[in-house]
């Protein structure tokens, strides 16, 4: 069984995080984002990884 990975946009991700694009652009630039890859040129977000950010703000990761 494999397990379906959920990748989002930086656009979907800013939304998901309330957040602006260029808010995550900044955060990025900062090394304060979630983790993220350039695929085909576009910047990509697991949404597990967006989720356990939002998990660690609040101190509910393991």
Excluded at 9 to 25: D, G, M, V, W, Y
Excluded at 26 to 51: C, Q, V, Y
């Amino acid at each position: 069984m494999t397990q379906q990975m959920t990748l989002l946009t930086l656009t979907e991700a800013a939304a998901k995080l309330r957040k602006s694009p260029a808010s995550i652009r900044w955060m990025i630039h900062n090394g304060t984002a979630p983790k993220s890859a350039l695929i085909g040129g576009r910047r990509m977000f697991r949404e597990a990884d967006i989720d356990f950010y939002i998990s660690q703000a609040f101190g509910d990761a393991a």
